[in-house]
């Protein structure tokens, strides 16, 4: 099982959606965006590209 950490806004650093959707950093970027696996509890989005400053959790999956 993944958890669901929810993400930090961007500008105002408050948390949100804790406990309803995951994200986690991939290793690459698109621009000045960084890409990222992100998932609720009906959805996965495996290639999005997001503002680094959301603060999503940093997670190896595997080497």
Partial sequence: MYPAPGNRNAQAGLLGAVGKVGY???ATSNGTNGMDL???TLWLSP???DA???GFQLRCLSE
Wanted: charged residues 10%; hydrophobic residues 40%.
């Fill in 24 to 26: 986690g950093w991939l």
């Fill in 47 to 49: 290639n999005s590209a």
């Fill in 38 to 40: 992100n998932f609720g």
């Fill in 52 to 54: 680094r400053g959301l």
